[in-house]
């Protein structure tokens, strides 16, 4: 009496072909976010923080401050276009309390864009003395 048995020879064909698919495959759907890394400079060059940079705090109770002077968040819009209509580095660093809820950050966000500004650069975790 003759015995059954499966031929598995084709199922490892099969297995095989799909593995070296996968293989070829897997690093062309990689994805991910492009990011600039910011530059270090000399310690010749004075140090600190470079000159000419736009530091944006969100504070609590719709207070914002640009390089530390207090403005509303009703005329942000306003002061920013009036800030970057003259330059040319439309960059703009962006702080905030870490107790602020992140779609107030967003909307700063876009007023920011609104006024002009192209690169949006965020400072993580300002936390208030």
Known sequence: MAKAEPNVVPLCDVL??????????TPLVQKGIDIKLPETSDSSSGGGQPTGLI?????????????????ELRGLLE?????YST???KT????AL???PFAKVME?????RGAGVETLALIPEYIEN
Not at 16 to 25: A, G, N, Y
Not at 55 to 71: F, M, R
Not at 79 to 83: A, F, P, V
Not at 108 to 112: G, H, P, R, V
């Open 16 to 25: 095989l072909v799909l593995l070296i698919i996968f293989m070829v495959i």
């Open 55 to 71: 530091v944006l705090t969100l504070q609590a109770a719709d207070v914002v401050e640009i390089n530390g002077i207090k403005y």
């Open 79 to 83: 002061e920013l276009r009036r800030l």
């Open 87 to 89: 330059r040319q580095d």
């Open 92 to 95: 703009i660093f962006i702080r």
């Open 98 to 100: 870490a107790k602020l």
């Open 108 to 112: 700063i966000i876009d007023i920011a």
